[in-house]
């Protein structure tokens, strides 16, 4: 299983990026998936996940009305939309897939559950600074 991510890079305050995340050796349409980022000393965080089986979608407080996250089970291909993106957006983003047992993303305080998580992408860096 691959999961392989792309489209960080450098954008000054206020502008957008579209983060791609292509998956082989398993269909996204069977697992949960989402994304974290990981800040500087920080801890990774869930930004985003998506869970088919019960139409659920959230976002972490931070970047709630800013992120949009989709997937596209033909191309097998995870997407994370960031709109007015700020300094503090800065960090590795990471994307990730679970078995739909997991329970993650069945909650919103499950977004979090790093130890959840079955596989994780390598992860792109995104930027965000004048």
């Known amino acids: 299983v691959q999961l392989q991510a792309s489209g960080g890079g450098l954008v000054q305050p206020g502008g957008s990026l579209r983060l791609s995340c292509a998956a082989s050796?398993?269909?996204?349409?069977?697992?949960?998936i989402g994304w974290f980022r990981q800040a500087p000393g920080k801890e990774r965080e869930g930004v985003s996940c998506l869970e088919n089986s019960h139409g659920n979608t959230f976002y972490a407080d931070s970047v709630a009305g800013r992120f949009t996250v989709s997937g596209d089970n033909v191309n097998n291909s995870l997407y994370l939309q960031m709109d007015s993106l700020k300094p503090e957006d800065t960090a590795v983003y990471y994307c990730?897939?679970?078995?739909?047992?997991?329970?993650?993303?069945?909650?919103?305080?499950?977004?979090?559950?790093?130890?959840?998580?079955?596989?994780w992408g390598k992860g792109t860096q995104v930027t965000v600074s004048s």
């Open positions: 990730a897939a679970a078995d739909s047992r997991s329970g993650w993303c069945r909650h919103r305080w499950t977004l979090n559950s790093v130890n959840a998580i079955d596989y």
């Open positions: 050796g398993l269909t996204l349409g069977d697992v949960v």
